[in-house]
């Protein structure tokens, strides 16, 4: 029988982060039904209260790391912080998030406790209680997908947001069971030597992409072209879009052409960098809906959008890539009217 060992940590305000209620109900698929062993860690300052939010989730036992070293997202005290969970534990299988912090520090967990790990899980199956798990991930920008198992144990995978159904339950106290990985007097300086002194983001201007929002918002390269009076309005594209986003609270996506337009001198629209492109060479978010507006919808742009669930276009043109079986609606309307009605009726 598989020992499960599910790793959480908590954010900055001290919350489990959205992911880690998915991870949480990836774990839960591999437990057959409960007869599995099943264990939470966390790890973090204080995390009393987030284990109580997770406190019906059915784990046998609950484990935790606490210290002030461990508020911030640094490798050395992370490590050894995790690297006592799993020593307590003894698991099988380890089922982590896919947050920034934790994609730094598992795969030196996995050379530390001699296990393997697996990245970027989007699905697990579990099979009959005593068969092989197998898990699935895509490979070459999302093009090709693997299901694969593994003998090795322990095997943690690391799973990615958006692909599982969240962990919805009862919350609870919990007997939180503390490990300490540091000896009295805490971490030593061998492992706090790197000072975390804040996060920057990487944009200067208006924080346009919200990994959590339900709703992605795609620019297409017709927001910067020439409309039907014959001149190109971005100033007011860029005033119409940034409107709709502050009013849905959507994240924004943008096609190729429209992000690339910059680097070929057009005007452009400044809310954008090549961090929003969505497609083959771009990013694969993984937002519950999509609306995509003045965007053609050509295969590599499409191949962006495979995880989006529900998929909607505003394009003037009734033939485009989106009406093609790519999109479940496409409005045959201008963009610009169309969102500026969406902004009347969001009140922004
Ligand atoms: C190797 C390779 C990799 C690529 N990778 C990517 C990628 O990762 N992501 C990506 O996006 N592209 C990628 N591309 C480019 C891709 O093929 C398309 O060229 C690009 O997606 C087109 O962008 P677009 O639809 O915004 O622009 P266009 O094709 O120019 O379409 C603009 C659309 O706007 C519509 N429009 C204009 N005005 C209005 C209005 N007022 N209201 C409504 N609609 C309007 C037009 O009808 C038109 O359909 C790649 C290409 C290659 C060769």
Redesign the pocket.
């Known amino acids: 029988m598989e020992t499960i060992l599910v790793l959480l940590h908590i954010d900055e305000s001290g919350n489990l982060p959205r992911i880690a209620f998915e991870a949480l109900g990836a774990a839960c698929e591999l437990r057959h039904g409960g007869n599995a062993n099943f264990a939470i860690g966390i790890i973090g300052g204080d995390i009393e209260s987030a284990a109580g939010k997770i406190g019906g989730c059915g784990a046998t036992s609950f484990f935790g790391v606490s210290h002030p070293a461990l508020e911030v997202s640094r490798y050395g005290t992370d490590l050894a912080a995790l690297g006592a969970l799993v020593e307590k534990v003894a698991p099988t299988l380890i089922v982590a998030p896919s947050t920034s912090r934790f994609a730094r520090v598992l795969p030196g967990l996995a050379v530390r406790i001699g296990g393997q790990i697996d990245t970027h899980i989007t699905s697990i199956d579990p099979g009959a209680e005593g068969d092989a798990v197998f898990a699935e991930r895509w490979y070459y920008r999302q093009r090709m997908k693997a299901k694969f198992t593994r003998d090795a144990r322990p095997w943690i995978l690391v799973v990615d947001g958006g692909a599982f159904e969240p962990w919805k339950g009862e919350t609870g106290s919990v007997a939180l069971q503390m490990v300490s990985p540091w000896a009295e007097g805490g971490p030593g300086d061998n492992v706090t030597r790197t000072q975390v002194s804040g996060i920057e983001t990487g944009e200067s201007g208006t924080q346009t992409i919200r990994p959590d929002a339900d709703l992605l918002f795609v620019a297409?390269?017709?927001?910067a072209?020439k409309?039907a009076d014959g001149q190109t309005h971005v100033p007011k594209a860029e005033k119409l879009i940034l409107g709709f986003l502050e009013g849905a609270k959507a994240s924004l996506g943008?096609?190729?052409?429209?992000v690339d337009q910059s680097s070929e001198g057009q005007a452009v629209l400044t809310c954008l960098s090549h961090l929003n492109?969505?497609?083959?060479?771009?990013t694969t978010p993984r937002h519950q809906k999509g609306l995509a507006?003045?965007?053609?919808?050509?295969?590599?742009?499409v191949?962006?959008w495979r995880f989006v669930q529900e998929r909607r276009a505003?394009?003037?043109?009734a033939n485009?890539g989106w009406a093609r079986g790519k999109a479940d609606v496409v409005y045959v309307?201008?963009?610009?009217e169309v969102v500026e009605k969406l902004n009347d009726l969001l009140g922004v």
């Not at 505003?314 to 043109?317: A, G, H, Y």
């Not at 309307?333 to 610009?336: E, G, L, T």
């Open positions: 297409g390269a017709g927001w072209k409309q943008s096609s190729k052409s429209l492109q969505v497609g083959q060479t771009g507006t003045c965007c053609h919808g050509e295969e590599p742009h191949v962006g505003v394009n003037l043109d485009c309307a201008d963009a610009f």
